[in-house]
């Protein structure tokens, strides 16, 4: 009986043929040998712990937070105080023309 | 944002940290590359539209960071690319890698051309999934399926026909 082609004889694993074939048997028992070896280097493996943290880190280091800048508030506070004292300014001296133009009209 | 970056740490980072190391073939440049990966997410995480699949986007910024890694030649060690040539005078004095009992994972991988080695290795990182690793790659499935069957058989009949000529059982 003639060997399977590979793809048949890994589907039906060590079934009747293999059992009484010498070369199929090696074949099965090879690739076995080749799984078992990539699972024994491969398998398993994940990231070192310290992975995380240097992420952690470097993001850190490279992008820190921004401080918001108190800037803006202390112009803010300067436009407006100005604004206040121009008025306590000018309001006394224009108050009594105010209410002389006021009092003519009526 | 905060947030979501640490999910994605939390949740990829050992995915990333594989796909690197079977692309450069040594754990410390696959941390330093999946570390420039992760960076490069938090980076560009706030203008992530969504158009790809947020693993696509994350894959495609991993395997940049190390080919970028590959390029700037900080890699001492060889990848596992190139490994072949370097490891072929290793192999010549090493007799008997087809010895009964399993071979040695590295001398396995130099038998194989370039393009199956990666798949390879992924392949049992990843458990054994070929959707993960088609996912990680950016390759179709069925490529990756074709890759790893021709690559088993290859290196099967090739260890059995060396202990059956050689007489080892």
Redesign the interface.
Known sequence: MACPD??DLVRGGAGDHAAHCE?CR??????A???????????G????P???A???A??AR??PVRRLSVLPEVLDFIGWAAVFALAAILLPRFLPLLNAAIASLS | MEEEFERIVREYRDKIFRLAYSMLGDRGAAEEAAQDALVRVWKGLAGFRAESSLSTWIYSITRNACLTALARGRLRTASLEDAAPRREVERRATADWFAAGPPDAAALLDRLPAKYRQVVALFYMQEKSYDEVASMLGLPVGTVKTYLFRARKSLAEELASERVRKGVA
Request: hydrophobic share 60%.
């Open positions: 590979f793809e070369e090696a074949l099965l028992d090879a690739l040998d080749v799984d078992a070896t990539f699972e024994a280097a491969f398998a493996i994940s990231a070192p310290s992975l995380a240097g992420v952690r470097r993001v490279e992008f």
